[in-house]
C-alpha cells in the first residue's frame, strides 16, 4: 500500500487507511468471475491482511502467554479471521516455551439488513457461558458492545476483543478493540469472511461493493418478512 494511503498508528490502533485511499484495481488480483460488475476496488489484499493478523497474533502471545485462554468467535463475518488468527497463535505456541492453552467457542451476532445496520439484534449460542468463570477471554468479530454485556455477567478473568477491522464513523463513542487489524473509512466493505446478505464471504480480499453489487444482492424487507412467516409456518 501506498504511504499516502495509509500510516501506522502503533501496536494498538492498528493500520489507518486514510478516507482518500481509492483501493487497487481489481485487474491486479484473481477474484471469483461471478462478482464481475459487483466490486469496486480491492481495499486490502488476502496478503497483507494474513501478515497483520500474524502480527496480532504475536501481540497477544506476549500479553497472555501465561493464561489459558477461550477464544469467542462471533460468526459469521468474524470467521475467517478467528480461524487465521487462532492458526498463527497455535503456531507461534508450538515453537515458544510460552504456550497458551486455547478452547474456542462459536457464537453468532446479525444485525444487517443489506448494507445498514439494525437495531434488531440477537445472539445466538450463548445462552450459557459459565466455563468463562476466572478465564482470560479474547473476542474476535464484530458489534462487540451488547455481547461484552452478557459475557461479563459470567465473571472472566479478564476481556479482551481482537478487531480486525475498525470503521471511522462520525460521533462513534464506541471503545477500539485491544487488538486491531486496520483502521477504515466509513465504506461498506466485503470479502474475507464478510458479507452483504450472505453473498461475497467466497473472497480472499477485503473489497468496495459496488452500487450495481448493492441492488443485485439487496434483500427488500417485504421479501425479508415472507421468508420468516414461512419459516413460522413450517416450525
Not at 4 to 15: F, K, L, N, T
Not at 102 to 129: C, P, W
Not at 185 to 211: K, Q, T, W
Amino acid at each position: 500500500m501506498e504511504d499516502a494511503a495509509v500510516q501506522s498508528e502503533g501496536r494498538s490502533g492498528g493500520i489507518v487507511i486514510n478516507d482518500g485511499w481509492p483501493g487497487y484495481s481489481l485487474d491486479l488480483f484473481s477474484y471469483p468471475a461471478h462478482y464481475s460488475g459487483d466490486l469496486d476496488c480491492v481495499f486490502i489484499p488476502h496478503g497483507v491482511i494474513t501478515d497483520r493478523t500474524e502480527r496480532l497474533a504475536r501481540n497477544i502471545m506476549d500479553d497472555l502467554g501465561d493464561h489459558d485462554i477461550v477464544v469467542l468467535c462471533v460468526l459469521k463475518g468474524g470467521y475467517q479471521f478467528c480461524v487465521d488468527l487462532v492458526d498463527r497463535i497455535k503456531a507461534l505456541s508450538r515453537n515458544s516455551n510460552r504456550t497458551i492453552p486455547m478452547r474456542v467457542h462459536f457464537i453468532r451476532l446479525k444485525s444487517y439488513l443489506n448494507d445498514q445496520s439494525t437495531e434488531d439484534l440477537h445472539i445466538l449460542g450463548a445462552e450459557d457461558l459459565s466455563f468463562l468463570a476466572g478465564k482470560a477471554i479474547v473476542g474476535t468479530g464484530k458489534t462487540m458492545e451488547t455481547l461484552l454485556k452478557h459475557v461479563e455477567a459470567f465473571r472472566p478473568k479478564m476481556i479482551k476483543v481482537a478487531g480486525l477491522l475498525v470503521k471511522r464513523v462520525p460521533h462513534n463513542t464506541a471503545c477500539l478493540p485491544d487488538y486491531v487489524g486496520f483502521e477504515i473509512p466509513d465504506r461498506f466493505v466485503v470479502g474475507y469472511a464478510l458479507d452483504y446478505n450472505e453473498y461475497f464471504r467466497d473472497l480472499d480480499h477485503i473489497c468496495v461493493i459496488s452500487e450495481n453489487g448493492k441492488m443485485k444482492y439487496k434483500i427488500e424487507k417485504e421479501g425479508l418478512q415472507k421468508e420468516a412467516n414461512v419459516i413460522q409456518q413450517k416450525a
